[in-house]
C-alpha cells in the first residue's frame, strides 16, 4: 500500500521528467536545425527554376488566352506614349499574367527577385492564380543537371505580354510571355519564350540545354548569305528601313512584325536573317531571347555591337538600338 503509493509518485516524477527532456530535446534540436539550414530559400536549384519558369510562363499564357475572350479584354488602358509617340497599352491580361508568374513562382521561390514590365499587389491579381508542381515532364526528353546557386544572385526580367498592342487588335500571333535569368554579373543565363495562341515554348538554360525544337539550330559561321532577310518592328519601320538597306544592301527583303520575342524566334527559326531595331526598348523584351540566342551561338548586341547587361540595379532601357542574328557573317 505504501509502497503502491510511492511508485505511483515515482510514475508521476518520472513523467514529469521525461516531459522536461523531451521538451529540451526539441527547444535544442529545433534551434540547432535552424543553425544548419538558416534559410531555407537563400539556395535555388536551377533545373527546379527552369522547371518552375516553363510552367509559370504557360500559366501566365493561359490567363493572356482567357482575357482575349472577355469583351474589350477587360478594359485597355494607355500608361501613356513611348518616346516615339507610340501608345504604351496595358490590359487586364498584361496584369493577370503578371500576377500568375509572379506570385506562382514566389510560392515556391519566395526571395526570388522579379523586375517586371507589371507590378500588381496581390489584392489586384484574380483568383484563379495556378499553383503548380514542379512537374519535370515539361523539359520532354532533355536532360539538366543539378545545380544550386544563391537566390540572392539572381534577377529575373519578365515581360506577362509582349506585344499588348498588336494583342488589342486580335494580332495574336505576335503575343508572348517571356521570363529570364540573369546571373549576378548581369549575363542572362536562363530564357523561355512561351506563345500562349500557338502553344509554341522555346527555353534555354545557358551552356547547359535548349528545349527540343531549338536543339537543330546552328550559328553558320562559315557561310555568307546571299539574300538576307531583315525583320523590323511594325510600329515605327520607316526610319528602320533605311537603317537596314544603308546596313545590308538594297537587295535586302524587309519583313515587319511586331513583338520582340516573335521577332527573335522568327530568327532562330531561319525565317529571318537579322532583327534590327533602332529606338528605345525594354529589357524585359529582350532578356529571355538573349539567353536563347547566346545559348545557340548567335549574337545579340546593341547597334554599337555591345552586349547588353541585365544587372538588378541597371537601367531598364536600352538605348542603342538592336541587332539580332544566328549566322554571324551576315554584317561586321
Ligand atoms: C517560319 O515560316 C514557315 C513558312 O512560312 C512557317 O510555317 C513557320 O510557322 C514560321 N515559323 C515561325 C516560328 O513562325
Given amino acids: 500500500m505504501n509502497l503502491g503509493g510511492a511508485i505511483k509518485i515515482n510514475k508521476c516524477a518520472v513523467i514529469v521528467l521525461v516531459a522536461i527532456l523531451l521538451f529540451i530535446f526539441y527547444v535544442f534540436t529545433a534551434t540547432s536545425i535552424d543553425r544548419t539550414y538558416p534559410k531555407k530559400h537563400d539556395k535555388v536549384n536551377l533545373r527546379k527554376l527552369v522547371i518552375g519558369l ?28 513611348t518616346l516615339e509617340g507610340v501608345n504604351d497599352y ?8 503578371h500576377c500568375s508568374i509572379a506570385y506562382s513562382l514566389w510560392r515556391i521561390f519566395p526571395k526570388l527577385n522579379l523586375i517586371s514590365e507589371e507590378d500588381v ?10 499553383n503548380f508542381d514542379l512537374d519535370p ?12 546557386v544563391k537566390t540572392e544572385d539572381l534577377t529575373l526580367f ?11 487588335e486580335k494580332l495574336f500571333q505576335y503575343v508572348s510571355v517571356m521570363i529570364c535569368v540573369a546571373d549576378k554579373k548581369g549575363e542572362p543565363i536562363i530564357g523561355v519564350i512561351y506563345f500562349p495562341f500557338s502553344k509554341r515554348l522555346y527555353w534555354a538554360w545557358k551552356g547547359h540545354g535548349v528545349s527540343e525544337n531549338l536543339i537543330n539550330v546552328k550559328a553558320d559561321l562559315e557561310d555568307g548569305v546571299q539574300n538576307p532577310i531583315a525583320i523590323v518592328s511594325m510600329s515605327h519601320a520607316g526610319a528602320v528601313k533605311d537603317l537596314v538597306r544603308s546596313m545590308l ?13 516573335y521577332k527573335i524566334i522568327q530568327v532562330l527559326e531561319g525565317n529571318a536573317t537579322i532583327y534590327l531595331h533602332n529606338t528605345r526598348i525594354k529589357k524585359w523584351d529582350l532578356c529571355a531571347g538573349n539567353a536563347i540566342v547566346d545559348s545557340v551561338k548567335g549574337r545579340m548586341a546593341t547597334l554599337k555591337r555591345e552586349k547588353i547587361s541585365y544587372t538588378a540595379n541597371s537601367n531598364y532601357v ?15
Fill in 158 to 168: 519578365i515581360d506577362p505580354l509582349d506585344a499588348t498592342k498588336e494583342f488589342t
Fill in 137 to 148: 515532364s515539361v523539359l520532354g526528353n532533355v536532360e539538366l543537371p543539378d545545380i544550386n
Fill in 121 to 130: 499587389q496581390k489584392k489586384n491579381c484574380p483568383d484563379d492564380i495556378e
Fill in 249 to 261: 544592301g538594297e537587295k535586302v527583303s524587309i519583313i515587319q512584325a511586331a513583338g520582340s520575342g
Fill in 54 to 81: 516553363i510552367l509559370a510562363a504557360k500559366s501566365g499564357g493561359n490567363q493572356v488566352i482567357k482575357i482575349s475572350n472577355e469583351p474589350d479584354f477587360g478594359g485597355i488602358k494607355t500608361k501613356g506614349k
Fill in 90 to 97: 496595358v490590359t487586364k491580361a498584361d496584369v493577370n499574367s
Fill in 318 to 332: 536600352v538605348e542603342d538600338g538592336l541587332l539580332v542574328e544566328i549566322n554571324k557573317n551576315v554584317m561586321n
